[in-house]
């Protein structure tokens, strides 16, 4: 006698959410054999005899972390149902409430929730941007941020335990004394839960006043050639790391600078040593 096809019409719940726990799936139908089970996605589940018409199986929590689709079948002593699709939501937003979320020059204390000043604009003599924002979360939350330059170039940072209450977080922060022309501009702090982005906070970054130009060509270093240059108001001279001028309105020649193997630049532009000379 031939067995009656098997056909699965209704499954129960009808979604999940992603990030949620393990759970039960209902699989309703018609022509359910013992033995059965029920396939996820290719891969068999703990499955549970009913009827002719239901089965139940147990869904791991791992199976559902990451929003998508699956797969559903059933099969049965070599037959197998047509595949039904699973869907496994995004999470909503997840945040019951957050506030206060700003850049800023202050260090943000690590011990309390103490508001640091905001700021919109950065000098990159300011040389980190401290992240600062305060949030009710729950456990089902993962929270994360990076920081978006101007370019494009994304910058991670990192992630937040999982837990359950107010807080504040004070932890992210960029630096960007070091941070070349093309990445100074409008920059975002994004923050994320489980990779969807809840909010960003815009920023700019520019150079001090004058600060931006070398001192003198690297060409000019290694051919030897004498110069003279005059730090203007805002510029700065670093030999070996000291800031040795900065509005100061000095000339400085070859003989000052270039022969005791010295950086120089406002940013260390380059670097030159009595053997040869090499861009920064």
Do not use: H
Request: charged share 10%.
């Amino acid at each position: 006698m031939t067995a009656p096809p098997m056909v699965v019409n209704s499954l129960s719940p009808i979604s999940v959410t992603a990030g949620g726990g393990a759970f039960t799936l209902t699989v309703n139908g018609s022509g359910f054999l013992s033995p059965v089970a029920v396939l996820w996605n290719g891969s068999a589940l703990p499955t549970t005899y009913i009827s002719t018409n239901q089965v139940t199986a147990t869904v791991s929590s791992p199976a559902i972390n990451v929003a998508g689709t699956a797969s559903i079948v059933l099969t049965s002593s070599g037959r197998a149902s047509s595949p039904i699709s699973f869907p496994i939501l995004p999470p909503s937003a997840p945040l019951a409430s957050f506030s206060n979320q700003r850049v800023t020059k202050s260090t943000p204390p690590a011990t309390i929730c103490a508001q640091p000043p905001p700021s919109s604009s950065f000098l990159t003599s300011d040389r980190t941007v401290y992240l600062y924002f305060e949030a009710t979360i729950t456990k089902n939350n993962l929270l994360s941020n990076d920081w978006l330059g101007p370019d494009g170039s994304v910058v991670e940072a990192g992630s937040w335990n999982v837990a359950d209450g107010n807080f504040c977080f004070t932890g992210p922060q960029l630096g960007i004394s070091d941070l070349p022309a093309s990445r100074l501009g409008q920059w975002q702090a994004r923050i994320y839960d489980r990779g969807m982005r809840l909010f960003s906070v815009p920023f700019t970054v520019s150079a001090p006043a004058g600060g931006e130009a070398p001192i003198v060509s690297p060409n000019e270093i290694r051919n030897g050639a004498g110069f003279q240059q005059t730090i203007s108001a805002g510029s700065w001279v670093q030999i070996k790391g000291t800031n040795l001028a900065k509005g100061s309105g000095r000339t400085w020649t070859a003989n000052d600078i270039v022969e005791a193997n010295q950086r120089i630049g406002s940013r260390r532009y380059f670097e030159w040593a009595s053997t040869g000379g090499r861009d920064q």
